[in-house]
Structures are given as C-alpha cells and as structure tokens.
C-alpha cells in the first residue's frame, strides 16, 4: 500500500500556477512534519517546503512568496500551491511525511513550467 499519492502535476506556461496534493493513508496528524521537495533532472533533490505538526511553516528561499503548503485534516491531504512559476521550478515533486518511526516518499508528480 502506498503511504502517499501525489497528484496535480502538469505542464504550465510561466507565470501560472499549479496546486500539488498529496494524501496520506492514514492521519497526517501521526507525522511530526509533512513537506515537499524536488529534483530537476541530473540535481539533486531538494527542499521546497514543510509544514509541521503544529502549522508552522517553512520554505526554501528560491520559493518564498510563491509558493503556499496547507492542509486539510478531514482528507488527509496536503497541498501544494505553486503561483508565479518559472522554468527553473521544472522538476519532479515530491511529498514525504516523517515521524520518530517513519519516513515516507511518494512518487513524485512532474511539474513541467515551459511555453
């Protein structure tokens, strides 16, 4: 069974906007942080950004202004807003949820920003 499922992937022109979601198989309160990174082909993956147990937030410089991670508890689900994108936020993104005992990836979900 599959911990997480990403989903909202696309080819998008530059300025627009994609939301990501990511929904958990079980509550996402059992983590103390779900997040979101990428990697753009032949680099390493990186943090785009993480929100904590709590609803603290954080987010990679390159992103910040841009970007909005959220939550919705009843689905399990966490998201993704992505506005203003740029070609260089071309990558595959993807979600990961960690506790004391876990770590879990998803798949990833391509995000192509090109015209």
């Known amino acids: 069974q599959e911990q997480l499922v990403e989903s909202g992937g696309g080819l998008v022109q530059p300025g627009g906007s994609l939301t990501l979601s990511c929904t958990a198989s079980?509550?996402?309160?059992?983590?103390?942080?779900m997040a979101w990174y990428r990697q753009a082909p032949g680099q390493q993956r990186e943090f785009v950004a993480h929100m904590n147990v709590g609803g603290s937030t954080d987010y990679a410089g390159s992103v910040k202004g841009r970007f909005t991670i959220s939550r919705d508890n009843a689905d399990n689900t966490v998201y993704l807003q992505m506005n203003s994108l740029k070609p260089e936020d071309t990558a595959v993104y993807y979600c990961?949820?960690?506790?004391?005992?876990?770590?879990?990836w998803g798949r990833g979900t391509q995000v192509t920003v090109s015209s």
């Open positions: 079980e509550n996402i309160f059992n983590f103390n942080v």
């Open positions: 990961n949820a960690r506790s004391l005992q876990h770590n879990y």
